[in-house]
Nanobody, 123 residues
Framework: QVQLVESGGGLVQAGASLRLSCAAS????????IGWFRQAPGKERECVAV????????YYADSVKGRFTISRDNAKKKVYLQMNELKPEDTAVYYC????????????????WGQGTQVTVSS
C-alpha cells in the first residue's frame, strides 16, 4: 500500500509559478504510474498530468500543456508538478494519485490518493 502526501500549494497571482510535490511512503513507488488531478468547487475531478513508472512517458491535459511539467525522482519517492504561467482557472485542490495499470486520465483507475493541496490563483 502506498501513502501519498502533497505539498507546495498556496495563493499566488496570475502569471506566477508554483511547484507541487507528492511524497510517497510504503509500497514500491517505482512501480506506480502517478497522476496529478485537480478539482474546483462544483466541478468534476480533472486529470492534469500523468507520468509513467519510469518517467519515460507523460500526459498533459490540453489546458495545461506548455505551462505545467510533471517529473519524478524514484530514489526520493517523489513526483513534482511544476506549474508556470498560472491562471485563475487553475484554482483548485490538487491531488496526486497512484496506479499500476489502467486508463491514465480516469480517476477511478487510481488506487491511492493524497489528501490534496489548495492552489489559488488571483487575477
Amino acid at each position: 500500500q502506498v501513502q501519498l502526501v502533497e505539498s507546495g500549494g498556496g495563493l499566488v497571482q496570475a502569471g506566477a509559478s508554483l511547484r507541487l510535490s507528492c511524497a510517497a511512503s510504503g509500497g514500491t513507488f517505482s512501480r506506480y504510474t502517478i497522476g496529478w488531478f485537480r478539482q474546483a468547487p462544483g466541478k468534476e475531478r480533472e486529470c492534469v498530468a500523468v507520468i509513467s513508472w519510469s518517467g519515460g512517458s507523460t500526459y498533459y491535459a490540453d489546458s495545461v500543456k506548455g505551462r505545467f511539467t510533471i517529473s519524478r525522482d524514484n530514489a526520493k519517492k517523489k513526483v513534482y508538478l511544476q506549474m508556470n504561467e498560472l491562471k485563475p482557472e487553475d484554482t483548485a485542490v490538487y491531488y496526486c494519485a497512484a496506479q499500476m495499470n489502467g486508463a491514465w486520465v480516469n480517476p477511478n483507475q487510481y488506487d491511492y490518493w493524497g489528501q490534496g493541496t489548495q492552489v489559488t490563483v488571483s487575477s
